[in-house]
């Protein structure tokens, strides 16, 4: 498959009076076209973070300070203002968390379609009304509610909003900073499964970002695991979901209950997340691992090949 994402060595910083913060450390990954990635982590691992670096979206404290961002070969780094609103919205779109927080909330949906419509192409209002009542029926709702103010959708609504809002200028990558994370499960399902059907018609990829590695089991092909910034696990889906290599992964898997089989008891991962102003010698994990020896407290683990499309980042799997 053709490569259209490639990050290498890519590092963000938050700048504060008590330090830098590492948010994303030395991570490299690639995307290639139609493929679904899974991020997945606790809040405060640099999901999110690595989401907004790609899109360039971050500002101050956040500093881009080191890495490539290679989107079609060209490096989004490197992009005048004037080629970063090209690229923003018809390259890459993003569905942001919480979709409420996402609309503005005193204009009409059909405004703020028509809006980012308006901004990136030469359509008169009047097509861009029309390309908006189409992007909603697209994902399910009736052109009727494009007069509807975001308060009087419901939730699974005004997330599907802002789907059709990424989807209106048909990107070839739509990246999702856990989407349905305010959602019941029934809605969730019926999202996912939309999106997927939209997904086989318009043919982009996704980068989905989500703390629930039993949803990433269902719907990406690869799954990419952060822990304090760093990539520790990356493979694809059903082997990192059955097979999981690295302690934070399976630790993470035994939090969350199965639907099918047995009752197991649930584990929940000791201690907090490290604390990116005072990063311990070694491993990032070694607070909380139980399988912790001292090479872990000596140095740093590198993301190794274990497996065909299998790597990891732990010392147990070292050698």
């Not at 970063?84 to 390259?91: G, I, K, P, V, Y």
């Not at 005004?158 to 070839?172: G, N, S, T």
């Not at 694809?236 to 939090?255: G, I, K, M, R």
Request: with cysteine.
């Amino acid at each position: 498959m053709t490569t259209l994402l490639d990050i290498n060595n890519l590092c963000v910083d938050y700048v504060s009076p008590n330090g830098i913060a590492r948010a994303v450390n030395n991570v490299s990954l690639s995307l290639a076209e139609g493929e679904t990635l899974g991020i997945a982590g606790e809040s405060g691992c640099g999901k999110s973070t690595l989401a907004f670096a790609i899109s360039r979206l971050h500002k101050a404290p956040a500093l881009i300070s080191e890495g490539e961002i290679l989107y079609k070969d060209e490096d989004v780094l490197k992009m005048s203002d004037k080629a970063l609103r090209a690229f923003r919205w018809n390259e890459v779109s993003v569905v942001f968390q919480s979709a409420m927080n996402s609309l503005n909330p005193v204009i009409t949906i059909g405004e703020q379609l028509t809006d980012v419509i308006l901004a990136h192409t030469d359509l008169s209002p009047k097509q861009a009304l029309e390309k908006a009542a189409e992007l909603l029926q697209v994902v399910g709702i009736h052109s009727e509610r494009l007069s509807a103010f975001p308060h009087q959708l419901s939730g699974g609504m005004r997330q599907r909003v802002v789907i059709a809002i990424a989807l209106a200028l048909e990107p070839k990558l739509i990246i999702m900073d856990e989407p349905t994370t305010a959602l019941d499960v029934v809605v969730e399902r019926e999202i996912l499964n939309e999106l997927y059907e939209l997904k086989g018609k318009f043919g982009f990829s996704i980068l989905f970002i989500s703390h629930d590695l039993s949803l990433m089991g269902e719907i990406a092909d690869r799954i990419g695991v952060m822990y304090a910034g760093n990539l520790i696990e990356l493979g694809d889906a059903q082997t990192v979901f059955n097979h999981p290599e690295h302690p934070y992964t399976q630790s993470l898997l035994a939090s969350f209950p199965t639907i099918h089989g047995e009752k197991e008891r649930l584990y929940g991962i000791p201690g907090n997340p490290v604390n990116l102003l005072d990063i311990p010698v070694g491993c990032n994990f070694q607070a909380r691992c139980g399988q912790c020896f001292q090479a872990c407290k000596e140095k740093e683990p590198v993301l190794t090949h274990v497996g065909q499309t299998h790597y990891v980042s732990c010392h147990l799997k070292a050698g």
